[in-house]
Nanobody, 127 residues
Framework: QVQLVESGGGLVQAGGSLRLSCLAS????????MGWFRQAPGKEREFAAA????????DYADSVKGRFTISRDNAKDTVYLQMNSLKPEDTAVYYC????????????????????WGQGTSVTVSS
């Protein structure tokens, strides 16, 4: 069992930045590929970013590529999402997720590949 707790959300003006954090507890963090998803009001949850166990491989949705950066610190059991040049359409609840894998290079894009989810942190970008 893994518990995930997100933090760092809030209200920011368009063009601003936020850094989300997700602290994991309960199992060996380095055994999990990690991801960030988001769900805007009235829309389905969508993939934002993913990172492999080692942190050496990342993937991004086209909508955030070049603006968001996912990273992890396995010593701190934490994954981050640095969000720059925020737009009103980035407004959503952001969730981190953990998926166990034996392949340290693998990362997951599909929500169904993740085993554990956090409760989410809300991000609102005003225009």
């Amino acid at each position: 069992q893994v518990q995930l707790v997100e933090s760092g959300g809030g209200l920011v003006q368009a063009g601003g930045s936020l850094r989300l954090s997700c602290l994991a507890s309960g199992r060996t963090f380095s055994m999990y590929a990690m991801g960030w998803f988001r769900q805007a009001p009235g829309k389905e949850r969508e993939f934002a970013a993913a990172i492999s166990r080692s942190g050496g491989s990342t993937d991004y949705a086209d909508s955030v590529k070049g603006r968001f950066t996912i990273s992890r610190d396995n010593a701190k059991d934490t994954v981050y999402l640095q969000m720059n040049s925020l737009k009103p359409e980035d407004t959503a609840v952001y969730y981190c997720a953990a998926g166990i894998t034996v392949d340290y290079r693998r990362k997951f894009v599909a929500a169904g590949e993740y085993d554990y989810w956090g409760q989410g942190t809300s991000v609102t970008v005003s225009s």
